[in-house]
């Protein structure tokens, strides 16, 4: 049962520290300290839901149908990344996330873990990182210690979303000036555009 909770550990980490749409919307949030632990815990959340619909096996029934939406998972997913990535590059072009930071009024609650569930959701990697790859190995484990990989996984996610999120403050100081925010802009609209040609491109879009 150890080695199922380690592996679930190892396993969750090594597959969610890639830098994405998410992680990137996850740092935003922790460095303007807007509605941070609701992030981390939806992201987190959202992540234990599917790695457990994929444990338990239910991700072999699903497996065909999310490859046959596949082509439109991707296409809508580089679409809204597009989409992102243009507000990101407006807001470096305009330097006006210094002002957010510092007073704008910020999104609300809900607008906010929207973002976070369209980021999340419409990303067909997700599916394919949680429930068919951390599902698929789950199944070297036997059914008593599949629990333990799955615990594993998901306290993986929790411990990544929460530390990035609150982690993100130590580098707040740094984020006061606007350059600075002109710089993390332009990197997440470059990361947006580059995973938006990735899905395109998956997805034969392009």
């Keep these: 049962m150890t080695d199922a909770f380690i592996t679930g550990i190892l396993v969750g980490i090594s597959l969610i520290v890639a830098i994405g749409a998410q992680n990137i919307f996850v740092l935003r949030q922790g460095i303007i300290g807007k509605h941070v632990f609701y992030v981390a815990l939806f992201c987190a ?15 072999f029934f699903l497996n065909k149908f999310i490859l046959e939406i596949s082509h439109l998972l ?3 997913s580089a679409l809204w990344l ?3 990535g243009f507000i990101r590059l407006l807001a470096a072009i305009k330097a006006d996330s210094k002002i957010e930071l510092e007073g704008a009024p910020p999104f609300g609650l809900f607008p906010t873990l929207s973002i976070a569930a369209i980021l999340t959701f419409a990303n067909p990697h997700v599916y394919l990182d949680t429930m ?5 190995i789950s199944q070297q484990f036997t059914t008593e210690n599949r629990p333990a990989f799955a615990l594993g996984a998901s306290l993986a996610s929790f411990i990544f979303f ?7 403050k130590l580098i707040a100081p740094a984020m006061k000036s ?10 997440t609209a470059l990361i947006m555009f580059l995973i938006a040609f ?4 998956s997805g034969d879009w392009i």
Aim: charged share 10%.
């Design 45 to 59: 959340t959202a992540d234990t839901l599917l790695i457990n619909i994929g444990v338990s096996g239910f991700s």
């Design 74 to 76: 991707f296409g809508i």
């Design 82 to 84: 597009l989409v992102y």
């Design 132 to 136: 068919i790859l951390i599902g698929s």
């Design 162 to 168: 929460f530390s990035l999120a609150y982690g993100a």
């Design 178 to 187: 606007s350059f600075s925010w002109r710089i993390l802009d332009l990197v």
């Design 198 to 201: 990735k899905l395109a491109s």
